[in-house]
């Protein structure tokens, strides 16, 4: 069974506790139709997994056939490599996905509440597994790590990931704020402020960030959401919404490369520069923060 319907009822009794938490302490961390939209998305990815995942299942079954190695999951030591394989792929797929906007359309449904809590944590995409994410794990079986021991790793990942949704945890002892995602790093990574944008994409492990340049420190709160927000509590607006974009750009596409562009492009690409990336942003922040150069004076 997927351990991840196994956590259904612990995910429920921790949404509830942080609610009545809201409520008891006028924390204001809810609002009825986005925490309503939240939980239909993540129903809609339950649902659409009892038919994926069986798929994905046999995928991995196919090139563990032709496995570089046989690694006994009986053995302590291969479970934790198996945690660290699929951390550190986690992380890589993770951030692809924030920045090649096919993924993006897929995971961008993850960013498009405005709140930050736990029902935040289950507004999963419906079309992540479709567009072939699972892919980036491919490797695992095809070194030695049987299928199930990779799903099952893969659902411990997205288990761990659900706590740190919230605002009423704000930082953890100093030795688990370096080494684990926690709820300060990943707000920062929900956060539409330029300072905070596509950082902090770990799972579990916020090492894989420090190590490859993607850690940001939590300082001013975070302002959630997307820079454009779509405005909708419709769950079918919201899994669908940017693969929609992704038609409108495509069918303007004047050439092959801009076809190419707005479809494996990062988000925010346009030909023209009528809408900008992150690094186009932070260049332009870049420059009108910059002090233009002192003229000097000519002695006459």
């Known amino acids: ?28 961390l809810y609002e009825t139709k986005d925490a309503a939209s939240s939980i239909a998305m993540g129903l809609g990815n339950v649902f659409i997994g009892l038919f994926i995942k069986g798929v994905i299942y046999l ?7 032709f496995r570089l190695f046989t690694l006994d999951a009986s053995l302590w ?21 924030h920045n090649i906007r096919f993924y993006w359309a897929s995971h961008v449904i993850h960013h498009s509440s ?70 300060s790093h990943h707000r920062v990574h929900h956060s539409s402020d330029l300072k905070y944008l596509d950082k902090n994409h770990a799972g579990v492990l916020i090492i894989w960030d420090r190590l490859f340049g993607t850690f940001q420190q939590e300082e001013e709160r975070p302002v959630y959401g997307l820079t454009a927000n779509i405005h909708t509590y419709n769950p079918l607006k919201i899994a669908t919404h940017e693969w929609a974009s992704i038609a409108k750009d ?41 002090p233009p150069p002192e003229i000097p004076l000519i002695q006459k």
């Open 114 to 183: 405005r709140r930050y809590n736990l029902s935040t944590a289950l507004r999963q995409t419906w079309t992540g597994n479709l567009t072939g994410t699972f892919l980036f794990w491919c490797w695992m079986p095809l070194i030695g790590f049987h299928p199930a021991m990779v799903m099952t790793m893969q659902a411990i990942s997205l288990i761990y990931q659900f706590w740190i949704h919230t605002e009423t945890i704000n930082r953890l002892p100093r030795p688990l704020e370096f080494v684990l995602n926690t709820p």
């Open 77 to 97: 030591w291969v479970w934790t490599l198996c945690f660290f394989a699929d951390d550190i792929t986690y992380y890589w797929f993770h951030r692809f996905s």
């Open 250 to 290: 495509l069918r303007k596409a004047r050439s092959r490369r801009d076809a190419w562009h707005y479809l494996f492009g990062p988000p925010g690409w346009s030909p023209d520069g009528s809408r900008q990336t992150t690094r186009q942003l932070r260049e332009a922040a870049r420059k009108a923060s910059t």
């Open 1 to 28: 069974m997927d351990p991840i319907h196994l956590a259904i009822p612990g995910f429920v009794l921790l949404l509830l506790a942080e609610v009545i938490f809201s409520a008891w302490d006028h924390r204001n």
């Open 59 to 65: 995928v991995y079954d196919f090139v563990y056939r």
